[in-house]
Each structure stands twice: as structure tokens, then as C-alpha cells.
T-cell receptor, first 111, second 115 residues
Framework: GDSVTQMEGPVTLSEEAFLTINCTYTATGYPSLFWYVQYPGEGLQLLLKATKADDKGSNKGFEATYRKETTSFHLEKGSVQVSDSAVYFCALSGSWGKFQFGAGTQVVVTP | EAGVTQFPSHSVIEKGQTVTLRCDPISGHDNLYWYRRVMGKEIKFLLHFVKESKQDESGMPNNRFLAERTGGTYSTLKVQPAELEDSGVYFC?????????????FGEGSRLTVL
């Protein structure tokens, strides 16, 4: 079945550092890919998405490109801030909108 | 517009007791999903309602879990009797669009602790 694998955390880095969170997937067909973020004390919210191969999703300085050849959707941000501290979930949407999520990667950004 | 709301935010019960979690989706969203995250692992799908009908309940762990969606509005998830391994965060999400490009809107989750 469909599955998502993302790098384990926690990832700890200093403010203004470069962030990469790896995500790979296994799916039949052509899923849509998503990154969701959960800030402390809040629910998950959509960060960005890509619906077809080679699409790039971007939001709040984050980017991820849908790579069909490597079945990947890595999340990147060039310069993180303390406010980016959160748990990040990679996800795919298959048939009927059923989402598969990765285990989440906790990111801690220190001043 | 109100978002997805869940109640309670945290519940602590003893093994063998019953707990009922409630979810109010965004008004007008026909699709309602329940997910669960246990011990910091991946968020796992439990079931999917389209209006009041169960579209997919393949993720429900066992018959101790019962989900309902009255009149296609709010939904409840009952665990009876609760076991230790049921502890985790239960998320509810809703969406308007059934297509694969649709975005899910999540509630803040209900944390269940079974002692």
C-alpha cells in the first residue's frame, strides 16, 4: 500500500541555518504530496502541496519539489527562524482523499 | 469561519473505561476523517465519512472503536473498553473536496491517556 518515509528528528539548528527534511514515498498511481506543520499547542495545518510531477510547492520561505523519478518530496528552507520550530509531516493523498502521513520530524531552532 | 473543533482536548481514563471523542467539522464539509498518532509515530488513518456514511473504515484497529456521524454533521469516536495501547492523539479533519488535490483541515486533536 501507500506509504511515506521521512527523516527522524529531532533536528536542532541555529537561526538562519539551512533546513532540509527528507521525504520519500511509495504509491500506486499519481498521488498529490503535502507538507503539514504542527506548531506547539496547535493542530496540523497545510504548509505546501504539489499535485503532479515536477511541481514545486512553496509557502513561508519553504519549498518542496515533487520528484517522480526519485519518489521524493524533500522540504527545504534557506534561513530558518525560531518561529519555525514545529513538527513537520510529509503526506500523500491517494484515492478518495485518504492521506498517508510520515512519522513527523521535530525541528528545534535556537536563537 | 470556525475551524474544525475537537472535544475534549485531553482525557485521562483508566483501562476498561469508556471515552467518547467529538469532532465538529467545518460547516459544509462533507468529508470527515479520523486519524491517530501514537507515541510520536506516524499519523495513521482510522476512517472516513462522506456525510453520514462510512466511506472507508479500514484503519479502525478493532471493534472496541465505534465512530458515528449524526446527520452528516458532527462525529463521535467511542472507545469501549479502553486499553493502554489506545493512548495517543486523535485528530479529526474535514475537507470539502473529495479529489486527491483536496486539502485537509485539522482540529487540534484530542489527547487520550489510558492508565
Amino acid at each position: 500500500g501507500d506509504s511515506v518515509t521521512q527523516m527522524e528528528g529531532p533536528v536542532t539548528l541555529s537561526e538562519e541555518a539551512f533546513l532540509t527534511i527528507n521525504c520519500t514515498y511509495t504509491a500506486t498511481g499519481y498521488p498529490s504530496l503535502f507538507w503539514y506543520v504542527q506548531y506547539p499547542g496547535e493542530g496540523l495545518q497545510l504548509l505546501l502541496k504539489a499535485t503532479k510531477a515536477d511541481d514545486k510547492g512553496s509557502n513561508k520561505g519553504f519549498e518542496a519539489t515533487y520528484r517522480k523519478e526519485t519518489t521524493s518530496f524533500h522540504l527545504e528552507k534557506g534561513s530558518v527562524q525560531v518561529s519555525d520550530s514545529a513538527v513537520y509531516f510529509c503526506a500523500l493523498s491517494g484515492s478518495w482523499g485518504k492521506f498517508q502521513f510520515g512519522a513527523g520530524t521535530q525541528v528545534v531552532v535556537t536563537p | 469561519e470556525a475551524g474544525v473543533t475537537q472535544f475534549p482536548s485531553h482525557s485521562v481514563i483508566e483501562k476498561g473505561q469508556t471515552v467518547t471523542l467529538r469532532c465538529d467539522p467545518i460547516s459544509g464539509h462533507d468529508n470527515l476523517y479520523w486519524y491517530r498518532r501514537v507515541m510520536g509515530k506516524e499519523i495513521k488513518f482510522l476512517l472516513h465519512f462522506v456525510k453520514e456514511s462510512k466511506q472507508d473504515e479500514s484503519g479502525m484497529p478493532n471493534n472496541r472503536f465505534l465512530a458515528e456521524r449524526t446527520g452528516g454533521t458532527y462525529s463521535t469516536l467511542k472507545v469501549q473498553p479502553a486499553e493502554l495501547e489506545d493512548s495517543g492523539v486523535y485528530f479529526c479533519a474535514s475537507s470539502q473536496n473529495r479529489l486527491t488535490t483536496g486539502e485537509l483541515f485539522f482540529g487540534e486533536g484530542s489527547r487520550l491517556t489510558v492508565l
